[in-house]
């Protein structure tokens, strides 16, 4: 399954972060090759068609913190995941039922016939739930700064080793991957490819032919003579923070363990938690771990929440202010608060609601998107049902647009 890179942080679009979210999870419109009783079926897999079925409100708060998750909970308990990294460290968001709202409006999380495949086969027994991976998944999720992953991966597998045929990977054993990912493969059947140990060979060898993943907190890293498995623990080689666990960083192609708050840095990846190597980017650099999540806090080009660093050069740490918010301007933040977005003028403004004017998607509410005919303004429009006329993937509820008609989302097209 594709990975979306380690962190998130930086991004500052909406849609982007819930995309790279979604496929650092377990993939939006996921595959499901399962009866409705949990048996497997012939053919190519299907796909959720993208339409949300969860409404927006969210899970009670004791349901996501319990030790146990039931699997009906897991999809509201995910978009919850979300909304607390969008609140907390992007500022996209003032509360979570707005949050909630224009999630379930966007349709960009909308993953739940996936679980819904996922609970029958676990119901047959031929896929698991790990808990303890789910738990620290959503952890991963909600949490500023880098964020791994590598627990989102472990949430769901299965038992089947290289002799069994497979649609997905999570019918695979831990760590395991089923040999269809190449492109036009993902609808034919294939067999697992089993995971690898310490020092052996990962994911290809020099002819390009497939080799197994590493196990689950394993890193498949490049020695220069080809790629093989370490643990990615202190004092093994990397070519980068990549090649290490999340609680290490890369100095001087070894991996260390991160840095406390306060202590010197010169790469993010250096610092422990979600603190930042503020100064980083200065010339000579002047890098401490620190958390700019208040206002008045030093940074050098990013704080947490809805704060924009302002006054940063390449030579002078900035201070953390509130975004700007209506008609102030957004020349120097580039954005601004919940709900308003930056115009061309460079101002502050309401998004804009159902037939009003817009000349690009982000000026429109949740749910819409910026209708542009050719050399006029646009006009923000309700996403389109399957079936309706579309020119972008952008402009369907199903996300996506095939022969300019808004189509199910497939795998085979």
């Not at 700064?145 to 769901?156: L, M």
């Amino acid at each position: 399954m594709p990975l979306c890179d380690r962190t998130f942080s930086q991004l500052s679009s909406f849609i982007c972060v819930l995309a790279c979210v979604c496929v650092a999870l377990w993939g939006c419109n996921h595959i499901d090759k399962l009866s409705a009783d949990g048996g497997d079926i012939d053919g190519p897999p299907v796909v959720d068609s993208g339409t949300p079925d969860a409404g927006p409100d969210a899970p009670p708060a004791d349901v996501c913190a319990a030790d146990t998750i039931d699997i009906g909970d897991i999809p509201d308990c995910y978009r919850q995941a979300v909304c607390d990294h969008l609140i907390a460290c992007e500022g996209t968001f003032t509360d979570t039922d707005s949050c909630l709202d224009a999630v379930s409006a966007s349709g960009e999380l909308s993953n739940d016939a996936f679980f819904e495949a996922m609970e029958a086969a676990i119901d047959a027994g031929e896929v698991y739930l790990d808990q303890a991976a789910l738990k620290t998944c959503f952890a991963s999720l909600s949490q500023c700064g880098e964020v791994g992953v590598e627990a989102c991966d472990r949430v769901f597998s299965g038992d089947d080793t290289g002799a069994d045929p497979c649609f997905y990977d999570e019918e695979c054993v831990p760590g395991g991957r089923c040999d269809n990912h190449n492109a036009n493969q993902m609808c034919t059947a294939a067999t697992c490819i089993d995971p690898v140990g310490l020092g052996d060979p990962c994911e290809f060898d020099a002819t390009g032919a497939p080799l197994g993943d590493c196990k689950p907190g394993d890193q498949c890293v490049d020695i220069g003579s080809g790629r093989i498995c370490t643990a990615g623990d202190d004092g093994d080689t990397c070519n980068g923070s990549f090649d290490c666990d999340p609680e290490m960083y890369c100095a001087d192609g070894i991996c260390r363990p991160d840095k406390g708050p306060n202590a010197t840095c010169d790469d993010d990846a250096a610092c422990a938690g979600d603190a930042l190597c503020v100064g980083n980017g200065f010339m000579p650099v002047t890098g401490i771990c620190q958390r700019p999540d208040a206002a008045g806090d030093k940074c050098d080009g990013q704080c947490y929440g809805a704060l924009y660093c302002k006054g940063v050069t390449e030579a002078v740490a900035g201070t953390c202010q509130p975004l700007p918010v209506e008609s102030e301007s957004c020349q120097e933040s580039g954005r601004c608060a919940p709900g308003l977005f930056c115009n061309p003028n460079l101002t502050c403004l309401p998004q804009v609601p159902e037939d009003g004017t817009c000349f690009s998607p982000e000026e429109c509410e949740p749910g819409l998107f910026c209708e542009v005919p050719a050399g006029s303004a646009g006009t923000c429009v309700a996403l389109r049902d399957l079936g309706e006329a579309c020119t972008a993937d952008d402009a369907c509820e199903s996300h996506l647009c095939l022969d300019q008609e808004c189509a199910e989302q497939t795998l085979c097209y």
